[in-house]
């Protein structure tokens, strides 16, 4: 990794515009189920659009929307939304090379624009030496762009939606954090760290835990693995 | 297009939530700078977290899945491009769907 000053440039943000452009597709899918969802458990479409506008977050959204009723559960679809979206948590901590040099609104709106996705692209770019921390910002608002709107398409075309549970366009969500995964990979020393987690991840998820023990469970104990294996080396 | 109260204060709780975790893993490094162990595991913590993520649907899925996930990767690897990966890995899922 080669050392120089973080910048935060418009050439960034629409690198990481065009970058989001070609992640939108793999989206549609999962956006058009969470607005049918949100439009049988009677939310308007105003409701739809402002919960995906404010809190962008798939799936806690739909894990929420499972536990909806009247009147809305102000408590629950709190406290789902805290455990779904813990795994954003240590994602902002490991950008930290970008986020150091920023303040302010830029450092804080950039945070609140974080998911899977744009975050999976950093890191990538960051290893490769990049050092354009808008990119984060600029793949942010056009997933948030696509997200918020696809989410109302759904809730408008609700009644023309046919997808049932398990339709293999829903593995787009899989594929595309498959897909994300080969740049981030860096070589031969990532092989114990990856395969521990997955084995937590895996023993963790048919122990009978469910979202999110089984991806915590794993993050924790492969970065432990890794650390550790580093500390000797 | 109604606005109740009750709704907004719910999604107002979720959204409060989901960036107290976007900021707060952050701001919590920031606040608290952690000794070399917990450098090491954020070094190590992406690709962990996405193993974790696809670890129990792949499995779960089986034979289907893993092979739909191979061909994801495959393609990703020849082509790198993020939409053509995608594609070929909802293809080849609805192939071995149609063929089962």
């Known amino acids: ?233 | 297009m109604s606005l109740r109260p009750d709704v907004l204060l719910a999604i107002l709780g979720m959204a409060i939530a989901t960036y107290v975790l976007r900021a707060g893993g952050y701001a919590l490094l920031r606040a608290f700078r952690p000794g070399p162990f917990v450098q090491a595991m954020l070094h190590h913590m992406p690709g962990c977290i996405f193993v974790a993520f696809v670890a129990p649907p792949l499995l779960q899925g089986g034979v289907p899945h893993l092979l739909a996930g191979a061909v994801t990767v495959g393609a990703m690897l020849a082509l790198r491009s993020y939409l053509l990966a995608i594609a070929a890995g909802v293809g080849a899922l609805w192939a071995l769907a149609l063929a089962a």
């Open chain 1, 1 to 233: 990794m080669k050392p120089g000053p973080v910048v935060f440039t418009r050439v960034g943000a629409l690198r990481g515009a065009r970058l989001a452009v070609g992640l939108l597709p793999a989206m549609v899918p999962f956006a058009l189920v969470v607005g049918v969802v949100a439009d049988s458990k009677g939310l308007s479409f105003l409701e739809t659009v402002l919960m995906s506008a404010l809190v962008f977050a798939g799936t806690s959204q739909i894990v929420a929307l499972e536990l909806w009723r009247e009147p809305a559960p102000v408590l629950g679809a709190t406290l789902a939304a805290l455990v779904i979206n813990l795994r954003l948590a240590p994602m902002g901590a490991a950008l930290s090379p970008w986020l150091d040099r920023l303040r302010g609104v830029r450092l804080w709106g950039t945070l609140a624009t974080l998911v899977d996705n744009t975050f999976a692209v950093c890191i990538a770019d960051q290893r490769q030496g990049g050092r354009d921390a808008a990119l984060l910002l600029g793949m942010g608002l056009t997933m948030w762009a696509g997200w918020t709107t696809m989410t109302g398409v759904g809730h408008a075309a609700a009644g023309l939606i046919r997808l049932p549970p398990g339709h293999p366009v829903f593995f787009a969500g899989i594929a595309t954090i498959l897909a994300l995964m080969v740049p981030i990979w860096r070589g031969r020393g990532d092989a114990v760290p990856w395969l521990v987690a997955g084995i937590a991840a895996a023993l963790a998820h048919f122990a009978g835990l469910g979202p999110p023990w089984p991806v915590l469970a794993g993050a924790l104990c492969g970065a432990a693995a890794g650390a550790w294996r580093d500390g000797r080396r």
